[in-house]
């Protein structure tokens, strides 16, 4: 679609947004939200008719572009045969779509219970595990996020918990590795992923382990940072919680589905949780659904004893069929191959030039469509470009650096020091090379404040 230019509507958007739409984590009066007319593709395009690359898939959920012919007309033949349902029962819709992703989770997670979201699957997967074990206690990273409600937002590990933050909640954190910054003062993956190990073993021990329900962390770290854990690290989590009895549970909310060109990151891995998370890329966002996998054991706790949990639109019919659309599209076009190859290709090589180029680039890291710059002032020492929890004049470094992405063409995603390289998985070769050359320009603005 061409972008038409029609101010005089945008304004009235903006306007009616302005008196009456409160949004998220912002101060609503010092934000300024962009209008948005269309979407296409890996593209959107305002009503001045300025087009910009989304590197942010949204949220990090387009994973099949904005507004996929097939998904759009599954949700239109859905809606004509039945708009919604009542979730106790047994639905087309709902039946297929969990079919679909059981038959792409790992291990034994064959049973799948859908929410509305990211956040209420973290809810319901810790319900779960504590009913299952008998236990209060939940395991969760810093540098970690796991979703806006009052449970999922106790469990996060970013400064978007601490407004929230009850101290009551039966969440203790731990440092996972980040050998960029390690904690645990290590020089190599393999002492990282030792020491790490070694510190959460030790933070069971002090926690008391038969007061541990589960362990949750992200396969991979996604708005914290996309650091990929070192070889060893989940397997060596697996092996922990199998000691103990403590249920793992992967969030996949942001990985699931194609992101780092496999179904899901855990297959990177080799590990298979007790329960996982999925949301976003299940249907690229198209409808609001998430949900939980779920093993053979924990699902055994259920079998005769009710689950005292549920949601309105579980399994919402046009959710459901979104959803089994988008998996349809990914296995027919190629697209989880499709991100493998791009990522190895061309994102993970182009990336590593930008930064031997750019004295902002302090690391890259990444796989798939899943890819991060940290931007650092000095790269000897690490300090990151903007103090952490920047905000106000202190993040003016990474504010430059968004408006000149945006100025350029792109639509980045960029959180505190970081910017993620993040576009859905059916970008082509040539629209990559597209953003990356805006990339370039916009990292030479934060170069600027560089040491």
């Known amino acids: 679609m061409t972008p038409q230019p029609d101010p005089e509507v945008g304004a009235a958007v903006k306007a009616a947004d302005r008196a009456h739409v409160f949004h998220s984590w912002s101060a609503q009066e010092l934000i300024d939200p962009l209008a948005v007319a269309g979407a296409e593709g890996s593209y959107f395009w305002d009503y001045d008719g300025r087009r910009f690359l989304d590197f942010a898939s949204g949220l990090v959920f387009t994973n099949v572009g904005y507004q996929h012919p097939k998904v759009v007309a599954a949700i239109q033949e859905q809606a004509a045969r039945m708009t919604t349902f009542a979730p106790a029962f047994a639905v087309e819709a709902r ?4 079919r679909l992703i059981a038959e792409r989770t790992p291990g034994d997670l064959d049973k799948i219970f859908f929410t509305n979201g990211g956040a209420d699957a973290v809810e319901h997967a810790v319900r779960m595990a504590r009913l299952h074990t008998g236990r209060p206690k939940v ?6 996020y796991h979703g806006g409600t009052q449970q999922a937002v106790n469990i996060t590990g970013d400064p978007r918990r601490w407004a929230s933050d009850s101290a009551a909640a039966g969440v203790v954190h731990f440092w996972a590795p980040y050998l960029y910054r390690s904690r645990f003062y290590a020089e190599t993956e393999e002492q990282e992923c030792a020491r790490a190990l070694e510190h959460l073993e030790t933070t069971i021990a002090f926690e008391g382990p038969s007061t541990i329900a589960a362990i949750i962390l992200e396969t ?4 914290a940072g996309i650091m990929i854990p070192p ?6 989590v697996r092996e922990l919680c199998d000691k103990y009895g403590i249920v793992f549970i992967l969030d996949e909310v942001m990985t699931g589905f194609g992101r780092t060109g496999e179904w899901f990151a855990a297959d990177l891995f080799d590990v298979t949780p007790d329960l996982m998370t999925f949301a976003k890329g299940v249907n690229s966002g198209y409808v609001p659904l998430g949900g939980v996998a779920i093993s053979g054991a924990v699902a055994e706790t259920f079998a005769k004893r009710p689950y005292p949990g549920g949601l309105t639109y579980s399994g919402h019919p046009l959710a459901c069929a979104a ?3 988008t998996i349809g599209v990914m296995a027919e076009e190629g697209l989880v ?3 493998a190859r791009l990522g190895a290709d061309v994102v993970g090589p182009a990336l590593r030039e930008l930064a031997e180029r750019h004295p902002c680039v302090g690391e890259v890291r990444g796989v798939g469509m899943f890819w991060a710059l940290e931007l650092v002032k000095d790269r000897q020492t690490r ?3 903007v103090p952490y929890n920047a905000a106000g004049e202190a993040n003016a470094p990474m504010t430059a650096f968004g408006s000149a992405a945006k100025a350029g063409g792109i639509w980045p ?3 505190m020091n970081r910017t993620h390289v993040v576009p859905p998985c059916n970008v082509s070769e040539a629209e990559l090379k597209e953003g990356l050359a805006a990339l370039d320009a916009a990292l030479s603005v934060a170069d600027d404040y560089t040491s």
């Not at 991979?220 to 708005?223: D, E, Q, S």
């Not at 070889?231 to 060596?236: I, V």
């Open 231 to 236: 070889p060893g690290y989940l397997a060596g």
């Open 413 to 415: 995603f960029v959180n």
């Open 337 to 339: 191959e499709n991100a």
């Open 95 to 98: 039946s297929e779509a969990a």
């Open 383 to 385: 300090e990151p470009l």
């Open 220 to 223: 991979i770290p996604g708005t």
């Open 323 to 325: 959803a089994a659309a």
């Open 139 to 144: 395991l969760s990273a810093y540098r970690s």
